[in-house]
C-alpha cells in the first residue's frame, strides 16, 4: 500500500502523466483492490483523485474501464459488507458507486455501453440504494464515506443517459424518495442537495408526466407521524431536500421551460 501510495503521489505531482514502462492495467488493478482504505488521502485524493484526472484525460483503455466498472459493481465492493452500520466497509461501497459516473462519462466519449451492461448497472444501483443503510457523511479520522451523496452521484448519471426510459426514472425517484424520508440519521453534509439534482435531472428529461411529478412531491408532503425523535429527524430531512429541490427549479424554470405547476406545489408545503 505504501509503494501505490507513493506512486500516486508522484503521478499527481506530475500532472497525473503516466510513467514510461507502467502496467497501467496492474496499478488500477491495485488501486481498486484499495478503493476502501480507510486513509482518506490513498482513498479519496490518490484513488479516486487520479481514476477521475485519467478518465477526464482519456488515458485508460474502454476494455480497462469496464472491467473496473464490473468490478466496483460485484459483491466485494459495491454490495461489500451491505447493512453493516458504523463499519469501515462503507468506504468500498461508496467509492465503488463513485466510479460509475465516470464511467458514463467515457461513455459518452465511446459509446461502448450495450443495453445489457446498461440494465445491469440500473439493477445493481436500485438494490445497493435500496439496501444502504450507513448514512454517515464525514467520520473524523478517516474522512469521506458519504454514501448516499456518491450513491446520487451515481444515480444523477443514470438519470442523464437517454438509454433510460420513464420506468427507470420512476424507480429512481421513489428511491430518492424513500432515502429523502430517513429517520435515523440527520443529513448535514449535503446529501439533500446531492440527491436534488438527482431530481432535477430527470425533470429535464422531460418525459415523465406532470402529474407524476406533482403527485410525488405531494407524497413527500405528507409526513407521517412517528415517535419523537425520529419525526423531527424525517421531517427536517425532508424540509431540507424539498427547499434544495425548490430553489434548483427556480434556477432552470426560465430557461428550460419547467412547468411552474411543479413549483407552485413545493411552495404550497
Given at each position: 500500500m505504501n509503494n501505490l501510495k507513493s506512486f500516486l503521489r508522484d503521478v499527481r505531482d506530475n500532472?497525473?502523466?503516466?510513467?514510461?514502462?507502467?502496467?497501467?492495467?496492474?496499478?488500477?488493478?491495485?488501486?481498486?483492490?484499495?478503493?476502501?482504505?480507510?486513509?482518506?488521502?490513498?482513498?479519496?485524493?490518490?484513488?479516486y483523485g487520479t481514476l477521475h484526472k485519467w478518465i477526464m484525460n482519456e488515458e485508460l483503455s474502454i476494455e480497462?474501464?469496464?472491467?473496473?466498472?464490473?468490478?466496483?459493481?460485484?459483491?466485494?465492493?459495491?454490495?461489500?459488507?451491505?447493512?453493516?452500520?458504523?463499519?469501515d466497509t462503507v468506504f468500498t461501497r461508496s467509492f465503488s458507486a463513485l466510479f460509475i459516473p465516470l464511467a458514463f462519462h467515457y461513455n459518452d466519449i465511446f459509446n461502448y455501453l450495450t443495453e445489457q451492461e446498461y440494465e445491469y448497472i440500473y439493477s445493481r444501483m436500485r438494490k445497493y440504494y435500496e439496501l444502504e443503510k450507513d448514512y454517515r457523511g464525514y467520520i473524523l479520522d478517516k474522512g469521506w464515506a458519504h454514501s448516499i451523496a456518491h450513491a446520487a452521484d451515481s444515480l444523477h448519471s443514470i438519470s442523464s443517459a437517454s438509454y433510460y426510459s420513464q420506468k427507470h426514472l420512476l424507480v429512481i425517484l421513489e428511491l430518492i424518495r424513500e432515502k429523502a424520508?430517513?429517520?435515523?440519521?440527520?443529513?448535514?453534509?449535503?446529501?439533500?442537495?446531492?440527491?436534488a439534482a438527482v431530481v432535477i435531472q430527470i425533470v429535464k428529461r422531460n418525459i415523465l408526466k406532470e402529474d407524476v411529478l406533482i403527485n410525488w412531491v405531494q407524497q413527500l408532503g405528507c409526513i407521517e407521524r412517528i415517535a419523537y425523535p425520529r419525526y423531527d429527524i424525517m421531517r427536517g430531512n425532508i424540509k431540507n431536500f424539498l427547499r434544495s429541490v425548490y430553489?434548483?427549479?427556480l434556477d432552470i424554470s426560465?430557461?428550460?421551460?419547467?412547468?411552474?405547476?411543479?413549483?407552485?406545489?413545493?411552495?404550497?408545503?
Open positions: 500532472n497525473y502523466g503516466i510513467p514510461e514502462g507502467t502496467d497501467i492495467d496492474q496499478v488500477v488493478h491495485e488501486m481498486i483492490q484499495n478503493i476502501g482504505s480507510i486513509d482518506d488521502e490513498l482513498r479519496d485524493r490518490l484513488i480497462l474501464v469496464r472491467k473496473v466498472l464490473y468490478i466496483t459493481l460485484d459483491d466485494d465492493h459495491l454490495f461489500c459488507g451491505i447493512g453493516d452500520i458504523d463499519q424520508c430517513v429517520s435515523n440519521y440527520y443529513f448535514i453534509n449535503d446529501e439533500d442537495e446531492r440527491m430553489f434548483r427549479l426560465g430557461t428550460e421551460g419547467i412547468n411552474k405547476e411543479i413549483i407552485k406545489t413545493l411552495n404550497q408545503l
